[in-house]
T-cell receptor
Framework: ETGVTQSPTHLIKTRGQQVTLRCSSQ?????VSWYQQALGQGPQFIFQ???????GRGNFPPRFSGLQFPNYSSELNVNALELDDSALYLC????????????FGPGTRLTVT | RKEVEQDPGPFNVPEGATVAFNCTYS??????FFWYRQDCRKEPKLLMS???SGNEDGRFTAQLNRASQYISLLIRDSKLSDSATYLC?????????FGDGTTLTVKP
């Protein structure tokens, strides 16, 4: 096991609602990245946080936002949910932005109806 | 065109077969390269890094050709447990770009 945990494991929301997903970092890992993985596709980079600051963002709209806390745990918030937001959301942590290997959590499966 | 493209698959092979996966990337500034394995409904896990000199880990061999912007993964003597989706990953300045993966099914 990687030591990275995510909650909840599954979630069902209605279009237009807001959702918060959580990620607990592996000890000593100050960098966390969030990914969206739709069915049949690879993970798509949403954004990365390093020491509580966002330091990289993929092609996702502003309604996708995040936070990183002093203990390096992290949240992904999605506002105004759309049907296409249904996906597996993965967080991955590493001990620094230049570290080669990242460790994934088990993911949160979000269904938007 | 996607930044990272992989063979669409699926690959269905018998146990003991040798199978090769290919991946191309579009950004010549890419810095590091990886193969990840993802089992059904699970998170991706690092299989191996890929180096220009080529590297081997047991039955798995990875190759990188920077000039052609091409990455490969070779699996020898396939096992049933190798059945999974294999994801090609390219890093630039800490940002990881994943391919859509190639699904391998190894059959008895």
């Amino acid at each position: 096991e990687t030591g990275v945990t995510q909650s909840p494991t599954h979630l069902i929301k209605t279009r237009g609602q807001q959702v918060t997903l959580r990620c607990s970092s592996q000890s000593g890992h100050n960098t966390v990245s969030w990914y969206q993985q739709a069915l049949g596709q690879g993970p798509q980079f949403i954004f990365q946080y390093y020491r509580e600051e966002e330091n990289g963002r993929g092609n996702f709209p502003p309604r996708f936002s995040g936070l990183q806390f002093p203990n390096y745990s992290s949240e992904l918030n999605v506002n105004a949910l759309e049907l296409d937001d249904s996906a597996l959301y993965l967080c991955a942590t590493r001990p620094g932005t230049e570290a080669r290997e990242q460790y994934f959590g088990p993911g949160t499966r979000l269904t938007v109806t | 065109r996607k930044e990272v493209e992989q063979d669409p698959g699926p690959f269905n092979v018998p146990e003991g077969a040798t199978v090769a996966f290919n991946c191309t990337y579009s950004n010549s500034a890419s810095q590091s390269f990886f193969w990840y394995r993802q089992d059904c409904r699970k998170e991706p896990k690092l299989l191996m890094s890929v180096y220009s000199s080529g590297n081997e880990d047991g039955r798995f061999t990875a190759q990188l050709n920077r000039a052609s912007q091409y990455i490969s993964l070779l699996i020898r003597d396939s096992k049933l447990s190798d059945s999974a989706t294999y994801l090609c990953v390219v890093n630039i300045k800490g940002k990881s770009t994943f391919g859509d993966g190639t699904t391998l099914t190894v059959k008895p």
